[in-house]
């Protein structure tokens, strides 16, 4: 994550866990900016709504990946006990559904952050009767 000339962003590769950053081919993009800060934040690192997307692999026979769009994530940062990072709450949405944010944030930028998304399985769509 960074902080120039009063813009935030952070960009890198996301996995589906950790193991996921040590194997090839298993990451993909993502970025995500400061749309708007909370009143009472002006110190980096900045609470408040970021906006951005990542890309998500296709499953065979499938090739290449999907920008996913991250529309409405909120983010607060505080302090940790220790005084060494920053711990991150948050949540969001797309189009999966909503998600809880949770992670660290280092003095030297670098984000681990974890979404868990409510439910996964989308609403049924409208039924339509069948007539016989």
């Excluded at 499953?59 to 529309?71: N, Q, Y």
Aim: glycine share 10%; charged share 25%.
């Amino acid at each position: 994550m960074s902080y120039v000339g009063g813009n935030v962003t952070c960009k890198g590769f996301w996995g589906l866990s950790d193991f996921a950053h040590t194997q090839p081919g298993q990451v993909s993009e993502f970025e995500f900016k400061l749309v708007k800060a909370d009143e009472d934040s002006t110190l980096f690192p900045v609470n408040g709504r970021y906006q951005g997307w990542f890309s998500l692999k296709q499953a065979p026979p499938l090739k290449g990946s999907v920008k996913i769009e991250d529309k409405e994530m909120m983010f607060k940062f505080t302090r940790s006990d220790d005084d060494t990072h920053y711990n991150i709450n948050g949540s969001g949405l797309n189009k999966f559904g909503s998600f809880t944010l949770k992670g660290t944030l280092s003095e030297e930028g670098d984000l681990h952050v974890y979404r868990e998304y409510y439910t996964l399985t989308p609403a049924p769509s409208h039924l339509k009767r069948r007539l016989s």
